[in-house]
């Protein structure tokens, strides 16, 4: 079967990788993955690969520029003739809506965020077959667009479990990285998200200075790109933890290639996302790794946060409960690693992910 898969760009985040990952096993199963993307840093891995990559504006939102734009993509999908075509985001979704209607190729969709409830977001729900990475989403897409549940397909997102184990690190770089943060004697709590409001990098901080203010043996990481369009908040971050007595033991790491060392390294994740997670995708990264979660209880993250067992939930923006449970996890309480890694394994693995995918597409052969 011939697959083209479209998103806006390929740069960093979780449903871009989640793109590359899918292309990549798709390809070892005979597949012809083809993505069509506005481009981006991670094009080089996909055709590296085995996909074959089509650069063409699906990103804009620019009226004007559409219908051009949508007569390329037009004559991009009758050139290739896919035996199905997979949109992952609205803007996308919208121009193979147009482009499709002389062609006639089944659609999929997947649902990857909680989209405002309009006609512009509703696109989504038009696709033969519909897929959502959490059972939170379902609920969501059901009650606000009134989606038919036949139609939809609860596919979590696949974790590679050959790249995520401990069998593969790279010990050079984790005792370079203890070295470097003097780390020997300290516990690492990481929390692992870009720089935005929304993943509320500021109660971390405060949760940390509280009980940092209390024992000397932990250290905060922050591994995440800044957003370009959220450069004041990251400055915000860096106000607060200047003006603290312990800036000394919180790093800002950016954006990282090198995950599964770092999480090798970490005692605690942290996810304090004030909105909805559609899956969090670095939250189960973590659990493979064998880390214990500490998260908001909203959206996705009531899929695999099991209080005691992979973690525990705190309330958005309640530092002081946070504070509490980094020192309950630490020194009060003992995770079983392994467990979490067992149940982190069981329910989210890359080849589940790909399973479901392909039994979606060969229904359309």
């Given at each position: 079967?011939?697959i083209?898969?479209?998103?806006?760009?390929?740069?960093?985040?979780?449903?871009?990788?989640?793109v590359?990952?899918l292309?990549?096993?798709?390809?070892?199963?005979?597949?012809?993955?083809?993505?069509i993307?506005?481009?981006?840093?991670?094009?080089?891995?996909l055709?590296k690969d085995?996909?074959?990559h089509i650069?063409?504006d699906?990103y804009?939102?620019?009226?004007?520029s559409?219908?051009?734009?949508i007569?390329?993509?037009?004559?991009?999908?009758?050139?290739?003739?896919p035996?199905?075509?997979?949109v992952?985001?609205?803007i996308?979704?919208?121009?193979?809506?147009?482009a499709?209607?002389c062609?006639?190729?089944?659609?999929?969709?997947?649902?990857?965020?909680?989209?405002?409830?309009n006609?512009?977001?509703?696109?989504m729900?038009?696709?033969?077959?519909?897929?959502c990475?959490?059972?939170f989403?379902?609920?969501?897409i059901v009650?606000?667009?009134?989606?038919?549940?036949?139609?939809?397909?609860?596919?979590?997102?696949?974790?590679?479990?050959n790249?995520?184990n401990t069998?593969?690190?790279d010990?050079?770089f984790?005792e370079?990285?203890k070295?470097?943060?003097?780390?020997?004697h300290?516990?690492?709590?990481?929390?692992?998200?870009?720089?935005t409001?929304?993943?509320?990098?500021a109660?971390t901080i405060?949760?940390?200075?509280e009980?940092?203010?209390q024992r000397?043996?932990?250290?905060?990481?922050?591994a995440?790109g800044?957003?370009?369009?959220?450069?004041?908040?990251?400055?915000?971050l860096q106000?607060?933890v200047?003006?603290?007595e312990?800036?000394?033991?919180?790093?800002?790491?950016?954006s990282q290639?090198?995950m599964?060392?770092?999480?090798?390294?970490?005692?605690?994740?942290?996810?304090?996302?004030?909105?909805?997670?559609?899956?969090?995708?670095a939250n189960?990264?973590?659990?493979?790794?064998?880390?214990p979660?500490?998260?908001?209880?909203?959206?996705?993250?009531?899929?695999?946060?099991?209080?005691?067992?992979?973690?525990?939930?705190?309330e958005?923006?309640?530092?002081h409960?946070?504070?509490?449970?980094?020192?309950k996890?630490?020194s009060d309480y003992?995770f079983?690693?392994?467990?979490?890694?067992?149940?982190?394994?069981?329910?989210?693995?890359?080849?589940?992910?790909v399973?479901?995918?392909?039994?979606?597409?060969?229904?359309?052969e």
């Amino acid at each position: 079967m011939k697959i083209v898969q479209l998103i806006p760009e390929l740069n960093e985040g979780g449903v871009e990788r989640g793109v590359i990952e899918l292309s990549r096993e798709l390809v070892k199963q005979g597949f012809e993955s083809i993505v069509i993307s506005n481009g981006g840093k991670l094009v080089e891995q996909l055709e590296k690969d085995g996909s074959h990559h089509i650069q063409l504006d699906v990103y804009s939102k620019n009226i004007v520029s559409a219908p051009w734009r949508i007569v390329k993509l037009y004559f991009a999908l009758k050139n290739i003739q896919p035996d199905l075509v997979h949109v992952r985001s609205r803007i996308p979704a919208w121009m193979v809506f147009f482009a499709n209607k002389c062609l006639h190729f089944p659609v999929v969709s997947t649902v990857h965020g909680f989209n405002s409830v309009n006609k512009y977001s509703a696109i989504m729900i038009k696709a033969d077959q519909i897929i959502c990475a959490s059972s939170f989403l379902v609920e969501h897409i059901v009650k606000h667009f009134h989606a038919d549940p036949t139609k939809i397909h609860i596919i979590p997102r696949g974790i590679d479990f050959n790249y995520f184990n401990t069998e593969t690190l790279d010990t050079q770089f984790i005792e370079v990285f203890k070295q470097k943060h003097h780390l020997t004697h300290k516990h690492a709590i990481f929390h692992v998200a870009r720089i935005t409001h929304w993943k509320d990098q500021a109660t971390t901080i405060r949760a940390f200075l509280e009980l940092r203010s209390q024992r000397n043996d932990i250290k905060l990481f922050f591994a995440g790109g800044i957003d370009p369009k959220r450069v004041s908040y990251y400055e915000e971050l860096q106000t607060l933890v200047i003006n603290s007595e312990y800036a000394e033991d919180i790093v800002f790491l950016g954006s990282q290639s090198k995950m599964k060392e770092l999480y090798s390294l970490a005692d605690l994740t942290i996810s304090a996302s004030t909105k909805p997670e559609t899956f969090g995708r670095a939250n189960v990264e973590s659990l493979a790794m064998g880390v214990p979660l500490l998260a908001t209880p909203i959206g996705a993250t009531k899929d695999y946060v099991i209080e005691g067992q992979t973690g525990f939930f705190f309330e958005p923006r309640n530092h002081h409960e946070l504070a509490k449970l980094m020192q309950k996890s630490l020194s009060d309480y003992s995770f079983n690693r392994e467990l979490i890694k067992v149940f982190a394994k069981t329910h989210f693995s890359l080849d589940q992910m790909v399973d479901k995918n392909v039994a979606i597409y060969r229904m359309f052969e």
